[in-house]
């Protein structure tokens, strides 16, 4: 999602400055005025996932960007970030907040879908979560490699590994690794991902949800920015034009 910044300098109390400018230098004040603008629309979104969200991440939080507005382009966007090298971009989750209804199948859902019946997921109560709470990636990637469940087949657990961990009593009866389905008594359906965290002590790590979560708008971007943007705007603008000014007289 992209929201376009512009902004119109034709008000009454600016008339004396913009008749003391050439055309180009307005036009430099009008980008250097956007950018201003913009990069203040993108602080309040960033201010605003602090407040509603549990501990929003650094990645989260860097998931929006202002693309600059130039005095040949005189429009300036927030917009997020549709692309991650190494993971799911902020946007495909912030959806469902900025929007609301439900979100898509994260990758490790689909993943699990061949076990899980093409359910969704929850953390469970012992399930190892970050410091924003969000499930630990190491646990995600461990629970896909016992369970034979990565893309790349040289990832998955090795028989190896299994008997190493059968040695050390660390295997749940009947499996290869600590980790296992556990299903509902009568239909049989998965209804999580559980593990052996020690002699009879097993714990809920992922919980299945048949249906996806749902969510209330908690992040109207394009709301947050405008208002942003239209707070600032006059004085941001006088400031930019007086700026070139002052550049122009030395």
């Known amino acids: 999602m992209a929201l376009d910044l512009r902004v119109t300098l034709e008000k009454g109390s600016l008339q004396k400055d913009l008749a003391k400018l050439s055309q180009g230098e307005i036009r430099t004040a009008t980008a250097y005025a956007l950018n201003m603008l913009a990069a203040n629309g993108k602080r309040a979104v960033v201010d605003q996932m602090k407040e509603v969200f549990d501990r929003p991440n650094p990645f989260t939080l860097n998931g929006f960007f202002v693309r600059p507005a130039t005095p040949d382009n005189l429009a300036s966007w927030v917009a997020s970030k549709d692309y991650a090298p190494n993971g799911t971009p902020a946007i495909r989750y912030l959806g469902p907040q900025i929007h609301g209804g439900a979100r898509d199948m994260k990758r490790s859902e689909k993943a699990l879908a061949r076990i899980s019946g093409g359910q969704y997921w929850v953390p469970g109560p012992g399930a190892p979560l970050d410091q924003y709470g969000n499930i630990r990636p190491g646990e995600m990637t461990r629970i896909l490699s016992r369970l034979g469940l990565m893309n790349d087949a040289a990832s998955n657990m090795t028989d190896k590994t299994a008997r190493r961990l059968a040695r050390q009593g660390k295997v749940a009866k009947g499996q290869r690794s600590e980790y296992f389905i556990g299903r509902e008594r009568g239909n049989g359906r998965p209804k999580g991902i559980y593990k052996l965290a020690g002699p009879g002590k097993v714990v809920a ?46």
């Open 205 to 250: 790590i992922l919980l299945f949800t048949p249906r996806a979560p749902t969510y209330r708008v908690r992040l109207p971007v394009e709301q947050i920015v405008q208002q942003a943007f239209m707070a600032r705007q006059d004085r941001v603008v006088a400031a930019a034009l007086r700026r070139v000014l002052k550049k122009r007289l030395g």
